[in-house]
């Protein structure tokens, strides 16, 4: 399968090269490159990615001024469409800066700078990012993050927990998230946004000291979801 | 004209930051400083005339994210 994913780069992203990476050696296609200031997207994407980094500095608020430049608006209308887009960290914070995703992401409830190794529980397989995890099963993936705590209103928790867009959460305290998530998804299911670093996470075999294989399986999940679907 | 737009985080949302410049206030020997919470204060100069629901939409689209921040628009000469 042709498998045909765009890695958008803001000013400031910094792990969008990783990005970029972790899709080609599990697809074996070169990820397309996208720049912000560009006003449209390749045609028949299997996946936006939007990357971690300090978009824009982080000024005025994580992810805020990233998601008003000209790439977001074809990247609205393509998760619209119904395009799979993952966005990881700081491409989270886009995400709900741009409103594709509720909530938002505060600053670590400890004000540290986080980073390393967490445990994530997998609360929903019914979902192409997700389809190969067992339900409940717990998974290694690096964080890297100042601003990662989670935040949404009691009645928007609850409706994301009771529609299954929940898609992880923390197995251990990391930054102070409401309901300890770490991994939100869209109505739709399309769009997922998580403050991990999957593509940190990507060596065939398990290597602790390289962020471990379970970034991989993430996206092998996208793939396979897309070859069955 | 001059534009003040006040940003703050909704009461409830944690304010780590208020917290720690709180904490750092108490470590000088201030007493009797019961809460801090930290916002923004953003200054627009535009054109005269510009009506209040532009401005509020300014604050709604980007310069405060609702689902967090409460914003407050202030008007009126420069101070």
Redesign the interface.
Known sequence: MAFRAAVITFPGSNCDRDMATALEAVSGQPAIRVWHGDADLPERLDLIALPGGFSYGDY??SG?MAA?SPIMRAVIAAADRGVPVLGVCNGFQVL??ARLL???L??????RFVCRTVSLTVCNTDTLFTAGFSAGETIRIPVAHHDG?Y???ADTLDRLEGEGRVAFRYAEACN?SARDIAGVLSANGRVLGMMPHPERAIEPAAVPALGGADGRRLFANILASLANA | MQVRVLVRLKPG??D??G??VHHALEGLGFAGVEDVRVGRLIELDVADGTDHDTLKAMCE???A?T??ESFTIETGAAG
Do not use: S, Y
């Open positions: 005025l608020r805020a008003t709900t800066e509720p909530g938002a505060l600053r670590n409830a400890g004000q705590n935040f949404a209103d102070g | 949302v944690l780590p930051q917290r720690a689209k980007l310069l994210n689902v967090i």
